[in-house]
């Protein structure tokens, strides 16, 4: 996250190279860089970079590209290289078009959901276009990946010419199970309606090529401490904390220099400033009863914040600053005395059964994408039920447990541990029901019975222990480890007064 200005220096944080690379090289999505070694979407970098006064987000993008050449000796040409992507072409030999009047703005504008849904009303996405051509409706659904659909960029093949008016509605992936025979595709509502067609093709497309790229930068200034000190703990400037009204809606927003929470319980603010799981409800110990119970309001404001020169989509205020910000309130204002310490958690491992994994290409990148490799079936249009599908190539077993926690969530919440005891990177697909349509991934996705592939649902779901299973011929077993912990030693439960 990042790549703003703040406080006369730029900012990005937990970026991998791909995002630090992407950034620099002003690129809308990574799909357009190829080449590069295995840890380039893998390990991640924070980068905080005094910047002159007046620094623009492009310059400071300029002095970014600078700074992975130096530091990291970054080393990348353009040229041709074989990606994947969805390539849109007419279907059947003519589109299903109405040319435009030339009235609209030339975007696609999405449709809300109605205010007062009957019982069982399944959402549908609808996009108005109005005065749009092809080409850039290629990269509308490019940018919001088709309803979870398309997993690789979207190409215009057509050849067609001019701007169109037209309508799209279709069925979000994620409720295409709960819509049945109504739910309609991407792929069905651009055949239908526009008489277009989409198809996975892996062709050589212009790329940012990376030949060559450190993994360890060069070592900072000795004088860094004197260059870039730190800066003074931000804080509020002044906050209201009020206990909330009976009835009123729970949630927060950051505008400007306002930080606005309403009607949320203090143990959702703890988890958030101390960035705690909020599934692990053992993260926190000595929470008294009324932690979950008792909701408050806030109201806060801070000078602290992006420079009127960042980027338009740049956030208010830096997360890492709120949690801070944060932090410090409620410590002042509910006298917490707090502390950290490791104590037992229980989570999960994974141990070999009957692996069934593909060697994998020891020079192809790390990571998971959602949705099938080029080349390869998507379950989930003819099985709706296993609504979940990743692809992931070249990692080893520990990396498969840490990505096992983010691809997961309702099953898995921390880190997996390896016990398989093997060895080399892998390659593997596989595929799953989300957690809301299946019992286990109930609660806090530790299944009650001892063994954690419990039993798919009679309506076809498959629980992410059983894909595990069933796919990898691996198991995912319950296991006790010291993990961090925050011990709240006090805590009033009045605030301080305002």
Not at 124 to 138: D, E, G, M
Not at 149 to 175: C, E, M, Q
Not at 388 to 398: E, Y
């Amino acid at each position: 996250m990042g790549g703003f200005l703040e406080d006369g220096r730029y900012i990005l944080r937990q970026a991998t190279m791909l995002d630090l690379i992407r950034t620099a090289y002003g690129l809308r999505d990574s799909n357009g860089i190829q080449g590069g070694p295995a840890w380039l979407d893998w390990d991640r970098f924070d980068v905080i970079a005094k910047v002159p006064p007046g620094t623009t987000t492009e310059q400071a993008r300029l002095m970014l590209r600078t700074l992975l050449i130096d530091r990291f000796k970054l080393v990348t040409h353009n040229g041709d290289a074989p990606m994947p992507a969805y390539i849109m072409t007419v279907a059947n030999g003519k589109p299903k078009l109405k040319p435009s009047d030339g009235s609209g703005d030339g975007e696609c504008h999405g449709q809300p959901q109605p205010p007062n849904p009957p019982p069982g009303y399944v959402p549908t996405t609808t996009l108005v276009c109005r005065n749009k051509t092809i080409a850039s409706l290629a990269g509308t659904l490019t940018n919001n990946h088709g309803g979870g659909y398309l997993n690789y960029p979207v190409v215009d093949g057509t050849g067609i010419k001019g701007a169109y008016d037209f309508d799209l509605t279709w069925t979000s992936i994620y409720f295409l199970q709960q819509a049945g025979t109504a739910g309609v595709t991407i792929f069905d509502s651009l055949e239908k309606e526009l008489g277009l067609k989409l198809e996975l093709k892996t062709e050589p497309r212009p790329a940012l090529i990376v030949d060559s790229v450190n993994e360890e930068p060069t070592p900072n200034s000795p004088e860094l401490a004197k260059l870039l000190p730190p800066l003074p703990p931000p804080q509020f400037d002044v906050a209201v904390i009020r206990p909330s009204q009976a009835g009123e809606r729970g949630g927060g927003r950051i505008q400007g220099d306002e930080v606005n929470v309403q009607n949320l319980p203090l143990r959702f603010l703890i988890n958030f400033a101390w960035d705690l799981n909020p599934n692990t409800p053992a993260q926190i110990v000595g929470a008294p009863k009324w932690l979950d119970s008792d909701r408050f309001d806030i109201l806060a404001k801070t000078t602290a914040g992006v420079e009127p020169n960042a980027a338009p989509n740049a956030p208010p205020i830096e997360i890492e600053d709120l949690r801070s910000m944060l932090r410090a309130l409620l410590i002042d204002r509910f006298q917490m005395k707090v502390h950290m310490e490791d104590r037992p958690i229980e989570s999960y491992k994974l141990v070999a059964v009957d692996p069934r994994l593909t060697k994998a290409n020891p020079a192809s990148r790390t990571g998971c994408n959602q949705g099938p490799a080029p080349g390869g079936k998507d379950p989930r249009l003819t099985h709706p039920v296993l609504n979940m599908l990743v692809t992931c190539r070249n990692m080893t077993m520990a990396e498969i447990g840490v990505e096992f926690s983010q691809i997961a969530p309702g099953y898995i919440y921390d880190p997996v541990l390896d016990d398989t005891g093997i060895k080399g990177s892998w390659d593997f697909t596989l595929s799953w029901s989300s957690a809301n349509l299946t019992r286990a991934g109930a609660g806090n996705g530790l299944p009650a019975s001892g063994d954690a592939t419990k039993p798919s649902d009679p309506n076809g779901a498959v629980t992410f222990y059983d894909a595990v299973s069933k796919e990898l011929g691996l198991k995912l077993e319950k296991v006790t480890r010291p993990e961090p912990v925050l011990v709240i030693d006090s805590i009033d439960e009045q605030p301080t007064a305002n």
